[in-house]
């Protein structure tokens, strides 16, 4: 700091009132020590620095007003205060426990004082403190932000994932068009396959030009409707390498600005025609029945809500394409022999308690639950089921229907609310056993207490624990019970 010649003519003459004024002015807070560092004196500007225990400084060594990590700090600035006057002046972050809990952060500067003008006299020491509650905030919201920012990273490379995945490993041909250009970006195996053609020739092609020329027209009006009413009914079209005859559909999706078209191409499966059984009587035989029971299996396998059919013990017989969808798997025999309730239900009992309402009743409609995706997708539901009977056989037959888009957008009292409202409880006495509601209760008590103490942790799996006054160990085992771990869940524990 440049000194000027003039500095003790134009100082020189401040009274003991004015100084004090002076050094009060120039910090949020300023503390007057003796020689040893015991304060004599708290001048705190902001009022709010009286509640938070200031008052009780006085007369104790200011080493002992803060927190553990920040003594050496102050035993450094008293140290450059009494070593040399004219020192060059240090600023250190200095913390105080606060009576709440929450420290104090200061960011101090120390400055020895001579009495009556004498250099070697015993003099005092005036600590200058400045408020660093409002920076430490700022960096607190920035921290939570950039945390925020690591986990939707992390949402949107799982999703990414997931997508990708499926995109490949889907049975159905797909292609992905460019809206404005009608060239393919991407294609999947399957689509590739059927085209006859290699990833590097078919992608960056248009469109039309995997079709015969006759219909190159009829395919590039196919994606320039759907651009216009976000999703265009299928049509009928030759490719051009094997020629075979495909149903062409297509939809449109926009990320960010551009619009991209979503093409699916279904292979024309031409069946020869069953013969047709003479009727008792030599009647002439009667095509009504057989086109209605084709017409029902082809709603059967084409219908938009997922159809399922299971055996007594809840083991899926077959399913259509729409369930296939929702269940995020490629095909139907991967469901076949497996457990319902691998993807329907939120609790190990709730699809039982279905099971058994309908066996006591026949039928069962506007069963809301939740559906689990293979890849942990979750989509609410609701189910409509009904009890057949298949020669010596029962069967279970359900239809579900995607109900998400019904549902309030995502929050976290949303997120938090119970799956189950008591109504839809009570409803199932006199059909269920006391016993099997109760447990369910209990389940889905547990599970709202679980996702609560995630939610107010940030996912910090050993503090929720300490939350719900259980083990780590406890904990993971309920998340798995209930279908709360994530892809990385078992990584997580073994770094625990």
């Given at each position: 700091?440049?000194?000027?010649?003039?500095?003790?003519?134009?100082?020189?003459?401040?009274?003991?009132?004015?100084?004090?004024?002076?050094?009060?002015?120039?910090?949020?807070?300023?503390?007057?020590?003796?020689?040893?560092?015991?304060?004599?004196?708290?001048?705190?500007?902001r009022p709010d620095l009286g509640s938070r225990g200031t008052r009780e400084w006085l007369g104790r060594p200011w080493v002992q007003t803060v927190t553990v990590e920040s003594r050496q700090k102050v035993e450094s600035?008293?140290?450059?205060?009494?070593?040399?006057?004219?020192?060059?002046?240090?600023?250190?972050?200095?913390?105080?426990?606060g009576p709440d809990g929450d420290d104090l952060p200061l960011l101090y500067s120390a400055l020895r004082l001579a009495q009556d003008g004498a250099q070697g006299a015993k003099g005092r020491i005036v600590a200058f403190g400045r408020d660093l509650r409002d920076s430490v905030a700022l960096q607190r919201r920035l921290?939570?932000?950039?945390?925020?920012m690591e986990?939707?990273?992390?949402?949107?490379?799982?999703?990414?994932?997931?997508?990708?995945?499926?995109?490949?490993?889907?049975?159905?041909?797909?292609?992905?068009?460019?809206?404005?250009t009608q060239k393919v970006l991407e294609a999947n195996p399957a689509a590739r396959a059927l085209c006859g053609t290699r990833r590097v020739r078919l992608v960056g092609a248009p469109l039309s030009t995997l079709f015969e020329p006759v219909n190159a027209e009829r395919i590039q009006n196919l994606v320039a409707a759907a651009r216009t009413v976000g999703r265009q009914d299928a049509l009928r079209a030759r490719l051009s390498s094997a020629g075979d005859e495909v149903l062409v559909s297509a939809s449109v999706f926009r990320q960010e600005e551009a619009a991209f078209v979503l093409v699916r191409l279904m292979p024309v499966r031409t069946e020869a025609p069953a013969p047709a059984r003479p009727r008792q009587g030599g009647a002439s035989p009667s095509t009504g029945e057989t086109s209605a029971d084709a017409m029902?299996?082809?709603?059967?396998?084409?219908?938009?809500?997922?159809?399922?059919?299971?055996?007594?013990?809840?083991?899926?017989?077959?399913?259509?394409?729409?369930?296939?969808?929702?269940?995020?798997?490629?095909?139907?025999?991967?469901?076949?022999?497996?457990?319902?309730?691998?993807?329907?239900?939120?609790?190990?009992?709730?699809?039982?308690?279905?099971?058994?309402?309908?066996?006591?009743?026949g039928s069962v409609g506007l069963f809301v639950t939740t559906l689990r995706g293979e890849y942990g997708a979750t989509a609410e539901v609701e189910i409509s089921a009904a009890a057949l009977q298949h020669g010596d056989e029962s069967v279970l037959a359900?239809?579900?229907?995607?109900?998400?888009?019904?549902?309030?957008?995502?929050?976290?009292?949303?997120?938090?609310?119970?799956?189950r409202s008591a109504a839809e409880l009570t409803?199932?006495?006199?059909?269920?056993?006391?016993?099997?509601?109760?447990?369910?209760?209990?389940?889905?008590?547990?599970?709202?207490?679980?996702?609560?103490?995630?939610?107010?942790?940030g996912d910090n799996r050993a503090s929720a624990a300490l939350l719900l006054g259980l083990s780590r160990q406890s904990l993971y085992v309920k998340l798995r019970r209930y279908g709360m771990v994530s892809a990385g869940g078992d990584d997580d524990e073994a770094a625990t």
């Open positions: 700091m440049a000194k000027t010649k003039d500095a003790k003519n134009n100082l020189g003459g401040l009274d003991a009132l004015s100084v004090k004024r002076l050094v009060g002015a120039a910090s949020d807070i300023a503390l007057i020590l003796d020689d040893e560092g015991t304060i004599l004196e708290v001048m705190a500007q600035l008293l140290h450059d205060a009494q070593a040399q006057a004219d020192a060059t002046v240090r600023w250190r972050q200095v913390n105080h426990p921290i939570e932000s950039q945390q925020a986990r939707d990273y992390w949402r949107y490379r799982e999703a990414e994932t997931r997508y990708r995945h499926l995109f490949e490993t889907t049975a159905e041909a797909v292609l992905i068009v460019d809206g404005a029902l299996q082809a709603y059967l396998r084409n219908a938009p809500d997922g159809l399922v059919f299971c055996d007594a013990a809840g083991r899926v017989l077959m399913a259509n394409r729409a369930f296939v969808t929702l269940a995020q798997l490629s095909a139907e025999e991967q469901l076949r022999g497996q457990p319902l309730d691998r993807w329907i239900g939120r609790t190990g009992v709730e699809l039982g308690v279905l099971i058994a309402t309908l066996r006591q009743r359900f239809a579900v229907r995607d109900i998400e888009r019904r549902m309030k957008p995502d929050s976290r009292a949303a997120s938090l609310a119970m799956p409803e199932l006495v006199g059909r269920t056993p006391l016993k099997a509601i109760v447990s369910e209760t209990t389940d889905l008590i547990e599970q709202l207490c679980i996702q609560a103490a995630l939610g107010m942790t």
